[in-house]
Structures are given as C-alpha cells and as structure tokens.
C-alpha cells in the first residue's frame, strides 16, 4: 500500500494528464488555472461517478461527451448576481460613464460573463444614463451552456428581492420592478435591454483579442487563473482597449505587479476600476 | 518544527474566541494562521483591525495568490473561499456556498490539508453549523494535528461537537487554553 506522500504524487500526476487529455481532445485548457481550485472540483466529480482517480476520470472524459461536459461545467464560474457589489456599479456611474458619454459611440466587452446577470444589470445602468442607443455590448464566456441561459435573461423570481436592494445601492433611479415581468417563480427581463447586447463564445485562455473597446468588464474571472495566466490576460485586455479606455475587476483583482500595470491609472482603487493611459 | 500552518474555523461567537486566542499567543509566535470566520457578505474591515491590535502579528484579509508567510494571520474575505495552493499561497473563489456558507471552513481545511499534509494544525471553534467538521477529517486523514474547543466553553458548541462526533478530534480543550497549546506546538 502506498504512503499518504507517494498518493498524493501519484494523483498529481494524474491530475496533470487529465488536464492535458481535456486540452488536447476539447481544446479548453484548465492548466493554468488555480490548482486548489480544479482539484477540488474534480474530486466532487469523481465522487458523484464513483471513481476512484483521476486517471479513471480522464478515460471517462476521453470516451464520453457528456462527462466532459458535466467537467466543463463544474470548472467554469457560474455563481453570479445582478449589480453583485452594488458600489463598483456606483463608482462606474459616477467615475466611467460621464467620460463614456462624450463618445459618439462606444463598444463594451464583458469578459467572462456567465449566466449573464451582470450584463443585464449594466444594460440597465446604460439605460438609465442614456447611453444605451449609442453602446454595443459583447458579452462572452467559453460556456456556451451559461451563454443560453444569459440570452434568455430570465431569472428566479425569488432572487428579484435582493437584486433591488442590490439595485438601489448601487444608485439605480427606477424602480427595477419596470425592468421585469414575473410570472410564477420566473421573471423575464425586459427585451430592450438585450437588443444591443450580443452573447459570443469566446476564450480568454486559448482566444486572442477581441476588437477596440472603450470599457472592458471582467469580475472574479482571474482570481481563478495561476500568476502567469492571468499575466497574460491582462496584456490581452490592455490591448482590447482603446487609449483612455476602462477596466473594471472584482474587488479581489488588481492590475498590481502584472506587467501592464505602468499602462493605467487607478480610477478607483477599492472598486478595482482603471483607465488605459493615453500614452 | 513540525507544523508549518494552522488553520482556525470559527461561526457564531467567534470574534470573542478569535479574540482569547490570538490574544493568548505568544509574541515569538511563527506560524502562520490562517482563518474562516463566517460573516456576512457586506461586512467591512472592522474584524480585521480589532484583531490586528490584540498582537505584534499581522493580522490581515488573505489577498489572491498571497504568498503565505511566516508572522501572519490571515482572515477570509466576506463572500469568498479562501484556498490554499499547492506552492503555499492563497487564492479565492466565488463558486456556490458550501454547508450554506462562503467562505466555508471545509474549503480552506481540505485545500490546506493537502497542501500542508501532516505539517498542519487544524483548530474548530464555537458555530451553529456543521461546516468544518469534514475538513478536520481531512486533516486528520493526512496526519495533521486536530483541536476542537470544549463545547462547554463555546458561545454555540454545535460545530465543535459536529467534529468532536465524528471521532477526529486528537485535542478537546477549553477556550481559554487553546493559545497556550499554540504556543506549545509551535515552539521554536
């Protein structure tokens, strides 16, 4: 019988080549993603197929779609919340959107935007300030699963209370029963506010940039990613913006000690929002 | 030394026990901590400055991919799980709650467990919730060190008795003592 010490080896080694078997066969690739993470995740996995390691698991995921898709799933960030931090959509409003306005158009990338709760609630601060005939929203996660549920934009009813709450703290002037109709335990929101939004795959890992962008919104995506990656990522939105362009992540996020830090200004240091200097 | 991080769950009443403790420890202490106290989402920064003036150590909220280091105790963010890597740095999540809580203790316990092994410290404190108990089996699994507070001496004793009944628990031990086997175990 092996040791605690040689197990954990051996299913490091495993957890590698399952990684890899994912990358080579379905070209999404977790390997730079935080490790403790993954792992976990991937325990939970075996668990509920009642396998016994992860090389079992990779050959699972090799011959069998749907078992690869469940894995898709349990790996990608699918927690979310309309106006999730209510002050960051506050300090965009306050800080972002007056220098937005004076664009006779702008473009807005939302990175990594899951079940698309937060893409709504930024459609509706647009709304709200008059900016949204004049804005394209491209709203984009390698999930194509959560990307369906975000183009319906229907929600638990059960949620709505606490996204008002959400809503009026983060400066909303409506009432944000307008922008919803309930039916049972579903609640629809408005068509409008999608009519400038387009949902696409796209990859931050494995995709290259997007296009010219005046505000790229990313929140709780790099917390998930290794050093390096998110290194990387952070130069593919530096390069996504226009000069003088925004960046907004969550508030555990920071462009501090990346390599593209000297190219922004902090605009608001607790709300992690930036500004690509024009120089 | 032996042990070269401990990790500290604490729910309902933890600040006061939070308090005993760390203000228990010894002023030499190395080690560093790492803690999950159940707060709500919106808290502030109030616990972090309360504790930071109970020691000569630091005691701050963990930031992604921190380097853990040695003279430092690190708090868990409101509304995140707090994991340990591999190469001994933090980093944070945002998925679903576990046992109904995030930051949740069998997070930071399982992850922490296999980064540290046996060279670990885990410590379950007084809570209405049964959130950590599977992380101190982990602990134990991988052959590190296991403190329960006696229920008796906790504001709420059902998390430390949840452990306590799962039959991991190596040390039962009133509040008021934990620092000083802290400081025992950890002695340089």
Redesign the interface.
Request: hydrophobic share 20%; net charge positive.
């Given at each position: 019988m092996q040791n605690?010490?040689e197990e954990?080896v051996t299913s490091q080694i495993e957890l590698e080549l399952l990684l890899e078997a994912i990358f080579r066969q379905y070209g999404y690739d977790f390997r730079n993603y935080?490790?403790?993470?993954v792992?976990?995740?991937l325990y939970n996995r075996l668990r509920q197929h009642e396998l016994a390691s992860f090389s079992q698991l990779q050959h699972a995921i090799l011959y069998d779609v749907t078992v690869f898709h469940e894995v898709l799933r349990d790996l990608s960030?699918n927690?979310?919340e309309m106006f999730r931090d209510p002050a960051f959509y506050a300090s965009l409003r306050a800080e972002v959107i007056p220098i937005l306005k004076t664009y006779p158009y702008i473009k807005i990338w939302h990175a990594g935007c899951a079940t698309g709760e937060e893409v709504y609630s930024f459609a509706i601060l647009l709304m709200e300030e008059g900016l949204y005939e004049r804005s394209q929203i491209y709203a984009t996660d390698f999930n194509t699963d959560v990307l369906e549920t975000a183009q319906k934009g229907i929600y638990p009813t059960s949620r709505m209370k606490e996204y008002t709450l959400n809503y009026q703290a983060a400066g909303g002037k409506e009432s944000f029963s307008k922008y919803y109709t309930a039916r049972y335990d579903a609640a629809l929101f408005d068509p409008e506010l999608k009519k400038n939004i387009v949902f696409a795959e796209h990859n931050l890992v494995t995709d290259s940039v997007f296009s010219e962008v005046n505000l790229i919104i990313c929140r709780?995506v790099l917390?998930?990613f290794?050093?390096s990656l998110?290194n990387k990522v952070m130069e593919l939105f530096a390069e996504s913006l226009i000069k003088g362009g925004f960046l907004g992540l969550?508030t555990?996020?920071n462009i501090m000690f990346s390599p593209v830090e000297s190219l922004f200004k902090v605009l608001d240091a607790e709300q992690k929002i930036y500004q690509k200097k024009f120089v | 030394m032996n042990y070269h991080a401990i990790v500290i769950g604490s729910s309902a009443g933890g600040l006061q026990a939070l308090k005993t403790i760390i203000s228990g420890l010894s002023p030499h202490f190395k080690i560093p901590i790492i803690i999950c106290q159940h707060r709500s989402p919106y808290s502030d920064s109030f616990m972090v400055q309360f504790l930071n003036e109970l020691t000569p150590l630091l005691v701050k909220e963990a930031d992604e991919k921190e380097l853990i280091t040695e003279r430092h105790i690190y708090l868990a963010p409101p509304n995140f799980h707090l994991l340990v890597e591999e190469d001994f740095s933090l980093s944070l999540t945002v998925e679903e709650k576990v046992n109904f809580a995030r930051p949740s203790i069998d997070v930071l316990f399982e992850t922490a467990a296999e980064a540290y092994q046996h060279h670990l410290i885990g410590v379950i404190l007084t809570g209405a919730n049964h959130d950590g108990a599977k992380g101190m089996m982990y602990i134990q699994k991988k052959g590190g060190l296991t403190i329960a507070q006696n229920p008796a001496t906790a504001e709420v004793p059902i998390m430390p008795q949840t452990a306590i009944s799962s039959g991991c628990i190596d040390y039962v031990v009133n509040l008021e003592e934990i620092a000083e086997l802290l400081n025992k175990l950890c002695k340089t």
């Open positions: 605690n010490h954990d935080s490790r403790a993470h792992k976990r995740r960030i927690v979310t709780n917390i998930y290794n050093r998110q969550g555990k996020e | -």
